[in-house]
């Protein structure tokens, strides 16, 4: 999943709890073997492959995974698309490898992305990327699932209080010591946090323009491109989401940092997962959903309204 994953359990070490976190391990390694796009065998890269010519065949959990994409995809009107993937290698974020691609790149690759052209049978359980060249890529939800599933084998172990750390998501349950857990939410232009979440259950992801980025030509060049542009998105530096469940708070996060703050509110009651947020423009104003207000502690005081 091109991440660090990390289990963190309360509570004395033992055999059982050991046994439980090395099922967990194993569990989301089962689930990269479905949803990876990297490797040749899984169900994604058959999808990939038979773009433009037919429909495959697929597990329920891959299906479900694809299906929560295009529900977030219809919520934001594309703001998220699974088939983003048809953009991968036009840009490269490696220090020293910069590559921003060309206006006629972005034009013959622009037309693959499209959402709608995915195709689902819900009683065959069957995905069809109905043109040739279409790419799925997982990189904004399938993670998510894999935390998802590492978690409720913690919890059917009766295992009461844990934290999985997987890059930009956290997924939460129990608390640590007599406190809930904390999420540290970092300044998008310093190396700090400003902020932090306390939560005992769910899954917390946070889209940013400072974790792959490079300046270009005066321009920030990040990696949350928006699909219907292919540009780097201008409308947030920072998204934190916490849903019910990781199949939707990376994508959401993703969805609301490419919205911006002003859509993104309009539309949160009808967020997929229940996702609450809090959202920094460019000049770091903040942005929070109701719910969301109740969970942050902030380390500095705001300036009318702005992350100093």
């Keep these: 999943m091109g991440t660090i994953i990390q289990i963190t359990v309360v509570g004395e070490e033992s055999p059982d709890r050991l046994a439980a976190v090395e099922a967990a391990f194993a569990e989301m390694r089962r689930v990269e073997a479905l949803l990876s796009e990297w490797q040749p065998d899984s169900e994604i890269s058959r999808i990939n492959a038979a773009a433009g010519k037919r429909a495959v065949a697929v597990s329920e959990e891959t299906f479900r995974v694809v299906r929560a994409g295009l529900e977030v995809s219809r ?32 034009a013959e690759r622009l037309p693959l992305i499209d959402y709608r052209a995915i195709e689902l049978n819900a009683r065959r359980k069957t995905v069809h990327l109905k043109r040739t060249g279409m790419q799925l890529g997982t990189g904004g939800i399938g993670k998510g699932y894999a935390l ?52 005992e259950s769910g899954s917390v992801s946070t889209s940013g323009d400072y974790e792959r980025a490079f300046m270009h030509e005066g321009k920030r060049i990040h990696h949350l491109i928006d699909p219907r542009t292919g ?7 920072s998204v934190t989401v916490i849903a019910e469940q990781g199949l939707y708070a990376d994508a959401v996060s993703t969805a609301i940092f490419i919205m911006g703050a002003e859509r ?20 770091q104003r903040v942005h929070t959903t109701p719910d969301m207000v109740d969970l942050l502690r902030f380390k500095t005081q705001l300036v009318q309204g702005r992350v100093p």
């Design 75 to 106: 919520w934001s009107d594309g703001a998220f698309d699974m088939s983003w993937a048809a953009l991968r290698g036009l840009y490269n974020f490696k220090p020293g490898q910069e590559k921003v691609p060309t206006k006629g790149e972005l």
């Design 148 to 199: 998802d599933r590492a978690a409720q084998l913690l919890k059917d172990a009766k295992v009461g209080s844990f934290m999985i750390f997987g890059g930009g998501q956290i997924q939460l349950h129990g608390k640590k010591g007599n406190r809930p857990w904390r999420v540290g939410v970092q300044h998008p232009r310093r190396n700090d946090y400003f902020a932090f979440l306390e939560a």
């Design 231 to 237: 540009q780097p998105a201008a409308e947030a530096s």
């Design 264 to 283: 993104a509110l309009q539309l949160a009651d009808t967020a997929p997962g229940g996702a609450q947020f809090l959202l920094l423009d460019e000049e």
